[in-house]
């Protein structure tokens, strides 16, 4: 994993979501560059031309939705800089891996608070075999990512397979704090969040 990202996933997992997400969008023209009419940005840096969209959920981890235009009208028909958005999807998953270690933490410490046969939950074998594989899916899916950047992958392909993988893997994440994981003001939110936000940056489909 390249400079770029580690500094990526660890602002991510230390300062989170929008601080994450506005360093991977660092350097970018996000309207210019959204593959949709939507894109989802830190709020306190949202395009000035831009109207927003709000959603509950987003907003209490600070991120919005900025109304990019058409992409037909933004650049007569041509797809968005392919170069450009492979980058910053990579970004993107690593900040979305921070996040996952960042509640992966959060999560081990939830359970050694919680008891089962007079014991943590946190050392029960079926947790920790859990909490393993997640650490091991974490650091498949950092390599992953950097595979994404071998010349001739088709790109948008791997990176939208990347980003459904972070996604299972926050499901794995989630299941840890059982049923408070979804409980809108649960820090587990940020997870829903993640995805919410990458469906609306990974383009879908064949390169071009």
Not at 40 to 54: E, I, L, M, N, Q
Request: hydrophobic content about 50%.
């Amino acid at each position: 994993m390249n400079a770029d990202l580690k500094q990526c996933e660890r602002t991510a997992r230390t300062e989170g979501l929008a601080a994450g997400l506005a360093l991977a969008l660092s350097g970018f023209d996000a309207l210019a560059m959204a593959p949709g009419r939507y894109a989802a940005v830190p709020a306190k840096t949202a395009p000035d031309a831009a109207s927003v969209v709000v959603h509950s959920l987003a907003c209490a981890e600070d991120i919005v939705f900025a109304d990019c235009g058409s992409p037909r009208a933004r650049d007569a028909g041509a797809a968005p800089a392919g170069t450009e958005l492979a980058e910053f999807g990579r970004r993107l998953a690593a900040v979305r891996l921070g996040l996952t270690r960042r509640l992966l933490d959060t999560a081990a410490e939830h359970l050694s608070g919680r008891s089962g046969g007079g014991e943590p939950l946190v050392r029960k074998q079926m947790v920790t075999g859990m909490i393993a594989d997640i650490v091991a899916g974490i650091e498949l899916l950092r390599g992953y990512a950097a595979f994404s950047q071998a010349p001739g992958t088709p790109q948008a392909a791997v990176l939208a397979d990347l980003h459904a993988r972070i996604a299972d893997l926050d499901t794995e994440v989630i299941r840890l704090f059982g049923a408070a994981g979804y409980i809108a003001d649960h820090p587990a939110r940020v997870l829903y969040v993640s995805a919410l936000v990458a469906s609306t940056w990974v383009a879908e489909g064949e390169d071009q």
